[in-house]
């Protein structure tokens, strides 16, 4: 069963650690996937900033994209991102750990991203 | 507004922030993760370096390069609200619009778009949507502006990073409502004839 790999995921943290940590327990389950991460500023701080998103969404090999996130400014920041790149954006507010945690190993399985969304809902909080 | 009273603004609201910097920290720390004040610093002395180096032609182009060093250096949510508010103002210049009423009126609906927020939230909408009705009335001024960021200490935080004190947000001012107020303040002085 082949991962789907069509499909890329990219984890927004305002700290580098957190995406890190999310990454570390998704590979586990999921080492085939696209995945990429932006966490922290551009300059290393604790926050968001679109251009270190953007990087995030220009580094990943898939044009379409489940993204997910910690707090506040990393929505807004993505919703600033989604104007300025060509790929192809799907947000997701849900639980943070636990939403990159499904999706991840669904992608591994081969799930589509409808699929995906169907376990996704129950996971929504913000 | 032309762009050489644009350029005066940035320049008293760098002058205004950095004096204010503790001060909108100490806000921050009081019902957010007080980084309020440093963001805003580095923002805004990205902006005074981007003017520098991109050299603006028109009033459009200034507000561009002024939204482009927010997005890229604040961090915080004020990065994405206050790069949205010059952004919506580059889009109406572009349209050969000038006039001050109606660029805080496209910058206010922007901030309100872009982060959901509602007026009695405790956010910076607290200011800039009646800073916007205010200023088309004729009555934007310093006494009103203080009167809309005092407003805002009274109200539970319902966005934002404090909005996860519930009511312990409540007695203290929006740091944003703040920055927000000064940047009003200092357009008034920018372009007062």
């Known amino acids: ?126 | 507004m032309n762009v050489e009273q644009v350029k005066q603004w940035m320049q008293l609201y760098q002058t205004e922030i950095e004096k204010n910097k503790d001060y909108l920290s100490q806000l921050d720390t009081d019902i957010g993760d007080g980084d309020h004040g440093n963001n805003m610093a580095r923002g805004v002395d990205a902006v005074a370096a981007g003017l520098a180096k991109d050299n603006p032609a028109d009033l459009a182009q200034t507000f561009k390069s002024i939204a482009m060093s927010l997005i890229s250096k604040v961090g915080g949510a004020s990065g994405p609200l206050y790069g949205t508010a010059f952004l919506e103002m580059a889009k109406a210049a572009k349209d050969s619009e000038s006039d001050i009423p109606t660029l805080l009126q496209a910058a206010a609906d922007g901030v309100a778009k872009r982060g959901g927020a509602k007026v009695g939230d405790k956010t910076m909408v607290d200011v800039w949507t009646p800073a916007a009705q205010d200023a088309k009335a004729g009555q934007l001024n310093a006494a009103n502006i203080d009167k809309l960021v005092e407003a805002t200490k009274p109200l539970r935080a319902l966005k934002g990073r404090a909005s996860y004190l519930g009511e312990r947000s409540i007695g203290h001012l929006d740091p944003g409502a703040v920055s927000t107020g000064m940047l009003l303040k200092t357009l008034l002085q920018a372009t007062a004839k």
């Open chain 1, 1 to 126: 069963m082949a991962a789907n790999t069509q499909t890329g995921m990219v984890l927004v943290s305002h700290v580098p650690e957190i995406v890190a940590g999310i990454s570390k327990l998704i590979r586990q389950v999921a080492p085939d996937i696209n995945l990429t991460t932006a966490g922290g500023t551009s300059d290393g701080d604790i926050g968001t900033d679109a251009t270190h998103i953007l990087q995030a969404i220009d580094d990943n090999h898939a044009d379409e994209l489940m993204v997910f996130y910690d707090l506040g400014s990393a929505k807004m920041n993505l919703d600033l991102v989604t104007d300025m790149t060509d790929k192809t954006l799907h947000r997701y507010d849900v639980a943070f750990v636990e939403g990159a945690y499904t999706a991840a190993a669904l992608l591994q399985a081969g799930d589509s991203r409808a699929e995906i969304e169907k376990q996704l809902a129950p996971l929504k909080i913000k």
